[in-house]
């Protein structure tokens, strides 16, 4: 349920609605946008009185809220959420490149992929230390070792750094890493999700290769619930009966996304189609469809990739995305910062 409260009420007042409410064993989640204050009550809200609520001075209007998540849910909290990353912003009208490896592989590969990127415009440098393969005989990745020359790569070129979590053993090893990756084979890891909610960091959140657009808010959910605002969502593509792309990229997700929660959104469109030619066609459409960032593999030489070679873009392909990109962006009152 929410509960719309008019703009420049009397302290008192707004002081005891929420006393009340909170006295019926509920939480408040508040919201301050330019024209009202949003109060979104979570819990069991069978006990409020919905008339008595609305007979008050101050309530502009309440309503009841049907879907299951309530912080991620745009109609608890209207205005867009801006994550601000060292700095760089996403979300709202901020829009951020993220680049990089698939996998660290080496200190030379990431620092030069890194360097690469910058170089080209991205604003964050990814890279996977922990991998999550199909195959337990394929590269794993580096594991600690790799955070490590991610911090180093960090160090060179001053970019944030993203990368996966896999396991909540190793939580305390991402302490200096920028943003929390939830990959898609995780993004139903419950305890892993309340562990990360708990960090305070930043969590790039990915959509289940076969996960509805509420199943993925909800996992935003067990996030937040832990106390957590900056959750970024990322549409990577979800698993279909078309053979010719690794996955299907669902880019509708983000105009329906941005319509059912306040959280940004970011598209993988590497993962998504798998094919590296691809990467240019759908970051544009990515952008089009108003997405508020790119997620992209990047290599310095893809043929010898120990993972996901065949998607990764070479540094000067990167850099032709990068400019069309950058053309578009004010198209769509997009920028950087
Ligand atoms: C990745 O980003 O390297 C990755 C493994 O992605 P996903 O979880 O989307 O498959
Ligand atoms: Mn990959």
């Given at each position: 349920m929410i509960i719309v409260v008019k703009k420049n009420c009397e302290k008192s007042q707004y002081d005891s609605l929420v006393d009340w409410i909170k006295e019926l064993g509920l939480d408040v989640h508040v919201s301050h946008g330019e024209m009202s204050t949003v109060l979104g009550l979570v819990g069991d809200?069978?006990?409020?009185?919905i008339d008595l609520i609305s007979t008050l001075d101050i309530v502009e209007k309440v309503q009841k809220v049907s879907e299951p998540f309530k912080n991620a849910n745009r109609k608890f909290h209207p205005n867009d959420t801006i994550v601000d990353i060292s700095g760089r912003k996403i979300g709202g009208d901020y829009f951020q490149v993220i680049a990089g490896p698939?996998?660290?592989?080496s200190e030379k590969q990431i620092v030069e992929v890194a360097l690469a990127v910058k170089e080209a415009g991205a604003t964050l440098l990814r890279g996977g230390a922990f991998k999550p393969r199909t195959s337990p005989y394929a590269f794993q990745g580096m594991g600690v070792k790799g955070l490590e020359l991610l911090l180093k790569a960090k160090q060179e070129t001053g970019l944030p750094i993203v990368t996966e979590l896999m396991s909540e053993k190793h939580i305390d090893d991402f302490k200096d890493v920028d943003v929390i990756q939830i990959g898609a084979r995780n993004m139903q890891n419950f305890d892993l999700l309340k562990q990360v909610g708990k960090t305070g960091k930043p969590i790039l959140l990915k959509r289940g290769l076969a996960n509805t657009l509420q199943e993925l808010l909800m996992s935003a959910e067990y996030i937040m619930s832990e106390g957590a605002t900056d959750v970024i969502l990322c549409e990577r593509g979800i698993r279909t009966f078309e053979p010719t792309t690794r996955n299907t990229l669902d880019l509708s997700a983000v105009p329906v996304l941005k319509n059912m929660t306040h959280l940004p959104i970011v598209i993988d469109p590497s993962h998504a189609t798998g094919v590296a030619k691809l990467v240019e066609p759908m970051s544009l459409a990515s952008v089009g469809a108003g997405a508020d960032g790119l997620i992209i593999e990047v290599h310095n030489d893809p043929k010898k990739a120990l993972c996901d070679g065949a998607q990764s873009l070479k540094p000067e392909q990167f850099k032709t995305v990068m400019d069309k990109v950058n053309l578009m962006l004010p198209i769509v009152n997009k920028k950087y910062i």
């Open positions: 809200t069978t006990k409020v009185d698939c996998s660290v592989e």
